[in-house]
């Protein structure tokens, strides 16, 4: 367990076009996870040009301690998605994700992820993971 940290902070990564109604869900229902933890920023609809659109989700990846997918049937196939994993990678933010809308552990995953991060929609367990990632990556600094 880490102690005087703030709340953590998440981006939530989602295939926008077809989990925006779990998005909701799970936001909504975030409170009930066993590690308290803040979803700051999420997926947005790529109105920008690519290079802006990236650079804006870069900082706000940066901002936050970890990156949350939602891994829905689509999720691999979602370019938001490997493009927010891609990077988060890059800042050194550790990733885990939650299975939803049906998606078990057969579900195909987006690219660079791996499955042994993913937990059910189980807010006990994704307290677990939360804690996890707080020790993870660049969180790693804050922790010791």
């Known amino acids: ?18 989990n925006s109604s779990e998005k909701l869900q799970f936001v909504d229902q ?7 933890f803040i979803v700051q920023y999420e997926s947005s ?16 990846i940066n901002y936050s301690n970890m990156l949350i997918i939602l891994v829905s049937p689509t999720a691999a196939t979602a370019e938001n998605v490997a493009r927010e994993i891609s990077s988060a990678r890059s800042q050194n933010i550790p990733i885990f994700g939650v299975y939803i809308a ?28 939360i804690e996890q990632m707080m020790k993870e990556g660049k969180n790693e600094l ?3």
């Open 1 to 18: 367990t880490y102690y005087n940290m703030e709340t953590p902070t998440a981006y939530l990564s989602f295939d926008f076009e077809n």
């Open 30 to 36: 975030s409170t009930n996870s066993s590690v308290p």
């Open 45 to 60: 609809q790529p109105t920008l040009p690519p290079v802006q659109w990236d650079d804006v989700t870069a900082d706000k």
């Open 102 to 129: 049906g998606a078990t552990n057969t579900t195909d995953l987006p690219k660079w992820f791996e499955r042994s991060r993913v937990v059910n929609l189980d807010w006990n367990a994704i307290g677990t993971k």
């Open 142 to 144: 804050l922790s010791t």
